[in-house]
Structures are given as structure tokens and as C-alpha cells.
């Protein structure tokens, strides 16, 4: 007869949506992110092509570092993004193109030492090399992402609920008062529970609906060898 605390129901929603970001590797809410990127040289000098986590909105900082030393640091005018109106459609890729009165002959590029990677410049790849900060996440949260995560929360609640209904391992109870009787049952058994036919619905909608979503957000990931 009681209820289930607001905490518990904010912390199944608070797993659903950790696991929905997790697949989809997206974040939910509007948020800082620092990464870490390895320097490809040959991504370097095609404009600076680099691949992000999550959808980058904005980028806020990029410096380059040998181990935890500053080797370079970028202005903003130079940093590229995806330019729509549709959130979910941000790229996760950033380019660093010259542009605008920023540029090498100024103060706005900083370099430390007499020239960037000196001594490196024969190396294709420098590990970790690049340190970004950039914001992701959206101001409004799409429809199908409140609905799969709410179909998510739900299914663990209703587990929950269907468990415990007339008691546990109870399937079935009846009273009798004066000649009075009332019984009920239930399609509880070992296996299955009260809202096990909703349970399974939701989890084949949520399913279908995130095969369709990873393509959307995530795309697809190429790799050469």
C-alpha cells in the first residue's frame, strides 16, 4: 500500500537516460565536454579534421600539447562546425580553416618555442595531442529521445510493481466474510509478472526505435587499416 519514493523513479530515469547516451553517444543536456584527439599530420593539413565523441554545438577551446606541454592554440574564428537549425543533426567533427583577420601574422595563433613540434616533424601521429573543449547536448530534448528513455524508466518500474502486486509468489488470493467471497487472480508465475505483456512491449518498441535512432545520430564509423 505504499507508494514508491520520487528518488526511486528519478534514478530509474536518471540509468535510462545514462544508457540511452551511452548507445547513441549523445548527451542529453547542455554540457561542457573536454576530449582528448591524437594528431594525424595528413588530417592536419587537409583543414584540420577532427572527431569528436559527442555533436559538437560550439567549440569553446582546441590547443595542441606535446605530454603537457603547449605547443599551439587556435583562435575561435578559426574553428569549423556544422551550421543547423535541427539539433540532432550537429556533426561530430571539427575543422580548423584560417579565416578573417586572425591570422598567422598576428598575435592570435600562439606557438611556444621557435616552431610547433620541432623535432616531430617527421611523425604522422602524435598521441593525445589535441585537447578540446566543446559544448554538446540540447536545449531541447527530441521527442523520440523523451520516449525512449521515459518506454526505459518505465519497464524497470512496472518490474518493480508487477513483483510485488497481491505479494510475492502470490498468484492468486481470496476472502471470505459471512457467506461473503471475493478472489483474485493474476498472471503472475514464475516467469512472468502483472505488466510482464506491457514490460515486453515496451521493450520491443524501445528496441526498434534505437536501431533506427543509431543510424540517425550516430551514423556510421569507417575505419581503414
Excluded at 526505459?152 to 476472502?175: E, K, R
Aim: positive net charge; proline residues 4%; contains cysteine.
Amino acid at each position: 500500500g505504499r507508494k514508491i519514493p520520487i528518488t526511486t523513479l528519478r534514478e530509474k530515469i536518471r540509468l535510462a537516460q545514462g544508457q540511452v547516451e551511452r548507445f547513441l553517444s549523445v548527451k542529453v543536456s547542455r554540457q561542457i565536454v573536454e576530449e582528448s584527439r591524437d594528431m594525424q599530420r595528413g588530417e592536419y593539413f587537409q583543414w584540420g579534421y577532427l572527431r569528436m565523441t559527442y555533436p559538437v554545438k560550439k567549440v569553446t577551446d582546441i590547443t595542441g600539447f606535446i605530454s603537457t606541454t603547449k605547443q599551439i592554440e587556435f583562435p575561435m574564428s578559426w574553428i569549423s562546425t556544422t551550421v543547423t537549425n535541427q539539433e540532432e543533426l550537429q556533426y561530430r567533427t571539427i575543422h580548423i580553416v584560417p579565416a578573417g583577420s586572425d591570422t598567422t601574422n598576428t598575435n592570435s595563433v600562439v606557438f611556444v618555442g621557435i616552431t610547433p613540434n620541432a623535432g616531430l616533424m617527421g611523425v604522422q601521429n602524435i598521441p593525445n595531442y589535441w585537447r578540446v573543449e566543446y559544448c554538446t547536448g540540447f536545449s531541447k530534448v527530441p521527442a523520440e529521445l523523451r520516449d525512449v528513455i521515459g518506454k526505459l524508466a518505465a519497464i524497470q518500474v512496472l518490474s518493480i510493481l508487477g513483483n510485488i502486486l497481491l505479494g510475492p509468489g502470490v498468484t492468486s488470493s481470496s476472502l471470505s466474510l459471512d457467506g461473503l467471497s471475493q478472489s483474485v487472480s493474476s498472471t503472475k508465475s514464475g516467469s512472468t509478472h502483472a505488466y510482464s505483456a506491457m514490460v515486453k512491449q515496451y521493450s520491443d518498441e524501445v528496441k526498434a526505435t534505437l536501431i533506427e535512432m543509431k543510424d540517425w545520430y550516430k551514423g556510421f564509423t569507417l575505419m581503414s587499416m
